[in-house]
């Protein structure tokens, strides 16, 4: 009996395993999994490539350009600081910031006591000189009749002389102060030196007046039928900019129009902080479009010429704040690619670099490609 007990139990066992057996099999060899399939973003297929055509990418002879921000500023050469020389209070102010004004218009009134002071010296002056050439008319009248000396006539004469210089110093002195001799007033009426623009006012109405010595311009006045662009240069692209060369300024007041203007002088100086040099371009304003703080941007296009890469305006699109266009790589594949579009020609070319070379084949019109694509993605 017990050998029959443990058979049984020999045989049940070994019936486990084989049942056990084929599970283990099946796990150890189970199929690998899948990976995912990654598409390029970039990448367009599209089944009507007849319908966009495309052009090359070409080599021009092209000058080198470069871009840099820049702001707008009176012209120095045609900028007068306008001062008094006489201090007081103004007590009529005229004319304020922004106004343009004439030569020879009033600016403002001062209530001057230091033209007060040069009038009372000039009639002072004007007093002692009348005397003075009575005294030389009598003693010219006692020499003839030989009643005095000749030095006596020679002293008169010179207290006469002596007499006419202060009183033409007074009178020069009356007219520095802007005042007039022959209407004696203590009010100076200040005068604009020159036609132009008020582009800074410093003194307000009722105001004192100090003197020339420790006050600021009261007034400047600047033509601003010509100014300046200043723009900031990174030292690395100063050898790409030359006195002479063109440059090409936009302004954010007038997006689709271009002011051409000539480089007149670039700084021999960098500053220390932004290693940058100041580049001066000097721009025509006769219509008074470009007012002074306008925010613009420099495209300078050096003489010198080198080739590069050219496509049609219409073969780039701009997306994201970047350039794109899209390249030909099969029947009906295309891919687009990042670009720096760096600038437009007169015969509707545009300058590009990086992400394409000569003799690719890109879509004429991105825009248009663009949206078909798009369109058959949805």
């Not at 004007?126 to 003075?132: G, L, M, N, T, Y």
């Not at 008319?137 to 210089?165: H, I, N, P, S, Y």
């Amino acid at each position: 009996m017990k050998t029959s007990r443990w058979r049984y139990v020999l045989i049940a066992t070994g019936l486990l395993l084989a049942g056990l057996a084929p599970s283990c099999t099946r796990e150890t060899k189970a199929s690998p999994t899948k990976q995912e399939v990654v598409l390029d973003p970039n990448l367009f297929e599209t089944d009507q490539a007849q319908l966009f055509k495309t052009a090359t990418v070409t080599t021009r002879q092209m000058p080198t350009t470069l871009t840099a921000n820049g702001s707008v500023n009176p012209d120095v050469n045609r900028t007068i600081h306008v001062t008094s020389l006489g201090g007081g209070r103004v007590v009529d102010l005229k004319v304020k910031l922004g106004d343009a004004v004439k030569k020879g218009q009033v600016l403002l009134v001062i209530s001057s006591p230091d033209l007060a002071l040069a009038f009372a010296d000039y009639q002072k002056a004007q007093a002692d000189e009348r005397v003075a050439k009575k005294a030389l008319d009598r003693a010219q009248l006692l020499f003839d009749r030989g009643a005095v000396a000749e030095k006596d006539l020679q002293v008169a004469q010179g207290t006469e002389d002596k007499a006419q210089v202060d009183v033409q110093t007074a009178e020069q002195r009356v007219r520095v102060l802007g005042g007039d001799p022959a209407h004696p007033t203590p009010l100076i009426d200040l005068r604009a030196p020159v036609s132009g623009t008020i582009v800074e006012q410093n003194v307000a109405g009722f105001e004192g007046v100090k003197s020339i010595d420790n006050s600021p311009n009261l007034f400047t006045i600047a033509d601003l039928t010509q100014v300046w662009v200043v723009c900031d240069v990174f030292e690395n692209g100063l050898g790409d900019v030359h006195l002479g060369d063109a440059a090409d300024i936009r302004l954010n007041a007038f997006p689709g129009r271009a002011f051409k203007g000539t480089v007149a002088d670039i700084s021999r100086v960098l500053d220390p902080n932004t290693r940058t040099a100041k580049v001066r371009i000097v721009l025509g304003n006769s219509d008074g479009a470009l007012r002074p703080g306008m925010f613009a941007i420099a495209t300078f296009r050096s003489r010198r010429l080198r080739p590069s890469l050219v496509v049609p305006s219409t073969a780039v699109m701009r997306l994201h704040d970047k350039d794109w266009i899209f390249r030909k790589e099969g029947a009906n594949r295309f891919r687009r690619v990042e670009v720096q579009a760096t600038g437009a020609t007169s015969d509707g070319m545009q300058e590009i670099r990086d992400g394409v070379k000569a003799d690719d084949q890109v879509v004429l019109n991105a825009l248009d490609f663009s949206t078909a694509v798009a369109e058959k993605k949805e």
